[in-house]
């Protein structure tokens, strides 16, 4: 069934693509002369595009009260290829391979566990990364169609949408996550303004079609849409809608209907001072096969006081709502480890009774090129306003001539009497992108 769905899709964008490039030879026979004057366009379209190599090494160390502790050697390599336009198509594909010096420290999260050793979920894996067909109306000339800058695409791709709160690639994890997909982008025509519509028949998670150990990980199959839409004409402020229908097959307690809006801006106030604000909202309730009848909503506040070049400070209030302790506000395809504490204990959004998450950062400028920031989260449950412990996570990267990064990375996760154990995670990586 996948791969019929993906074969209609690149009919359908091929289809698309030509009738509204204007092809004079749709539907009509060519001429060999004029092939043959065609044929050196193509292949220059083909072997002149842009090769992609991205490799990610990392040692990560992480212990968890009641677990031993793990140590973590893995490269992660990315190798892709993406053709130069061609009548607005072009095409993209590459490959994901994850491998780990093995150890006897090292639990990569796949059962099972028999050293009780605390899990770092990044198993040796090698998949298609990426595949897809893309077809955009860019270079068509001034028409109008042109001027709505439409875009269509089918295969497979990694997705972020907005701050990743609901749809992203997981990228800090070295197995990412990628959808097998339709996509259609346009302004629509009016200037500001950018929509994106998917749909979603399979969705490739950190952990491949392996499984974690005790926790129904699998990759998601999928009969999902989605409509994300912004505008960001009323300067400085943008405005963001969307609506997630979630559908999977094989994770029912995941299926749900979201619906919200998000709206983000800067001020300057002068004097290279300048406040930044986020706000967004959402209402959740279950869909198709989930078990369970709930009503839930998710709110974020934000508020960023900057003065450049030397540090900006953050101050934010998230909350993932409960429904009376019946379950929690869902985002099973969120980039989870960017919220709520690099530590990784909240990728559940708090369990049913849910989670409020008090925040304050810092981001200073650095010497020597070097970026870093500092963070305090306090967090209780949002059901019974149980205290969940506090955590402190920190970040320093140096970037070089933009081909070369070193990071390092922690995060302590005090849990005190939430029931919820102590750890903490240690990294650090070294990236070369090509």
């Known amino acids: 069934m996948t791969h019929r769905r993906l074969r209609s899709l690149v009919e359908i964008l091929a289809l698309l693509g030509f009738v509204a490039s204007g092809d004079p030879s749709l539907g009509a026979a060519r001429h060999p002369a004029h092939e043959a004057t065609e044929a050196p366009d193509i292949i220059r379209a083909l072997i002149g595009g842009k090769l992609d190599l991205d490799m990610r090494f990392r040692w990560e160390n992480a212990k968890i009260d009641g677990f031993r502790r793990s140590n973590a050697v893995t490269l992660r390599t990315r190798l892709a290829y993406g053709t130069k336009p061609y009548y607005g198509f072009m095409a993209y594909a590459g490959f994901e391979n994850i491998v780990a010096l093995k150890n006897e420290n090292y639990f990569d999260g796949i059962a099972p566990n028999s050293g009780g050793r605390t899990p770092i979920p990044d198993p040796e894996h090698t998949e298609i990364d990426q595949a897809f067909l893309k077809w955009s109306s860019d270079g068509l000339g001034d028409g109008a169609f042109a001027r709505s800058r439409t875009s269509l695409l089918g295969g497979r791709t990694k997705i972020v949408l907005d701050d990743s709160r609901f749809i992203g690639n997981v990228g800090w994890r070295q197995n990412q996550q990628t959808y097998d997909a339709g996509l259609i982008r346009s302004s629509l025509g009016l200037e500001g303004l950018a929509t994106t519509y ?81 706000g967004s909202y959402a209402h959740q309730q279950q869909a198709r096969r989930n078990p369970i009848h ?50 990784d204990v909240f990728v559940d959004n708090g369990g049913v009774i849910g ?80």
């Open 198 to 278: 998917g749909y979603l028949f399979q969705v490739h998670r950190i952990f491949g079609d392996q499984g974690a150990s005790g926790a129904p990980t699998l990759d998601f199959d999928s009969d999902s849409h989605f409509l994300n839409a912004t505008y960001s004409g009323f300067r400085p402020l943008a405005i963001t809608v969307f609506g997630y229908w979630l559908d999977f097959s094989n994770s029912p307690a995941n299926s749900s209907d979201t619906y919200g809006f998000r709206a983000t801006g800067k001020t300057d106030l002068g004097e290279d001072l300048y406040v930044g604000y986020t």
């Open 294 to 343: 709930y009503d839930a909503n998710y709110y974020n506040i934000e508020g960023v006081l900057g003065y450049e070049p030397w540090v900006a400070l953050t101050l934010g209030y998230e909350v993932l709502g409960s429904d009376g302790g019946l379950t929690q506000f869902r985002t099973p395809l969120a980039t989870a480890h960017k919220f709520n504490g690099w530590a």
């Open 355 to 434: 989670l409020e998450d008090l925040y304050v950062a810092i981001t200073p400028t650095l010497p020597c090129g070097l970026k870093g920031r500092l963070v305090y989260h306090h967090f209780q449950s949002n059901d019974g306003n149980l205290d969940y412990g506090d955590e402190i996570d920190g970040v320093l990267s140096k970037e070089f001539d933009r081909w070369f990064t070193l990071l390092a990375k922690f995060a302590y996760y005090d849990g005190g009497r939430s029931g919820r154990a102590d750890r903490h995670r240690i990294w650090l990586e070294a990236r070369f992108q090509f």
